[in-house]
């Protein structure tokens, strides 16, 4: 039997471009909405389901969210919480359709294609695969660019390379000064910097220049973080 993450493996080797064509058809079975801890939530997010949901970020974060710290970014990461009852996701309905399907997360509404980032000279490069999965059936033509259409997704690419470059550079940094922290440091920092990446956003105002210098606070934070331990000491 294959294995999932050396499937994506193979798969990354032939990636879609935006205007490629890929056969699906979701038939709202509800199966990749069960039992997910992958689905992880950016800033953009958060703030288009609390848009959607009318409710306040902090509490958009606190019920549907859960947060760690990513085991080889060691980022403070934010997934999709499912419900503990039956293992479903909080915004699936009795009629396997989604409550927020016009904002639904990013991963939940590219599925099945799967999105990712290569480092390249000239900036970074997006493109697709299309995930491994039994669901839906292969009898609709679509292209990446035409599914984000249909879910408010189109400024998506922008937000993805932004987020992308945040994390990716606060890794190299926090890799490099975590051996140094406390105990007490290092959860102030992870607090601090976690707070900023996904709380700080006012969400009736453009989103991608508030990430933008919310992600520039926590690199700068992270950055002094060896003059900050000389002035106290450490």
């Given amino acids: 039997m294959v294995d999932r993450n050396d499937a994506i493996l193979e798969l990354m080797e032939k990636p879609l471009g935006p205007e490629d064509t890929f056969q699906f058809r979701c038939k709202q079975c509800g199966s990749c909405c069960s039992d997910r801890i992958d689905i992880l939530l950016s800033p953009f997010d958060l703030c288009r389901m609390a848009k959607e949901l009318d409710e306040p970020l902090q509490k958009v974060f606190e019920k549907y969210g859960h947060a760690y710290i990513g085991s080889t970014s060691n980022v ?9 009852d039956n293992g479903k996701c909080h915004f699936l309905r009795d009629d396997n359709r989604c409550r927020i399907q016009k904002n639904k997360p990013a991963v939940c509404a590219l599925f099945p294609l ?13 493109f697709y695969i299309l995930q491994p999965t039994d669901c839906g059936d292969r009898d609709e033509n679509h292209t990446p660019k035409e599914w984000m259409g249909e879910f408010n997704l189109e400024e998506s690419e922008e937000w993805f390379c932004v987020w992308q470059d ?19 440091l290092e959860n102030a920092l992870f607090t601090g910097i976690g707070g900023l990446l996904y709380l700080r956003y006012d969400i009736e105002k453009p989103l ?14 992270v950055s002094g973080i060896d003059d900050m331990m000389k002035m106290f000491g450490h």
Avoid: F, H
Avoid at 114 to 126: L, M, P, V, W, Y
């Fill in 166 to 184: 945040i994390v990716s550079t606060l890794s190299e940094k926090i890799t490099e000064v975590l051996p140094k922290l406390s105990g007490e």
């Fill in 114 to 126: 799967g999105r990712c980032a290569a480092k390249k000279d000239s900036g970074t490069e997006i």
């Fill in 208 to 221: 991608l220049p508030q990430v933008k210098e919310n992600g520039a606070k926590a690199i700068g934070i």
């Fill in 76 to 84: 403070p990461l934010v997934s999709l919480k499912m419900r503990e």
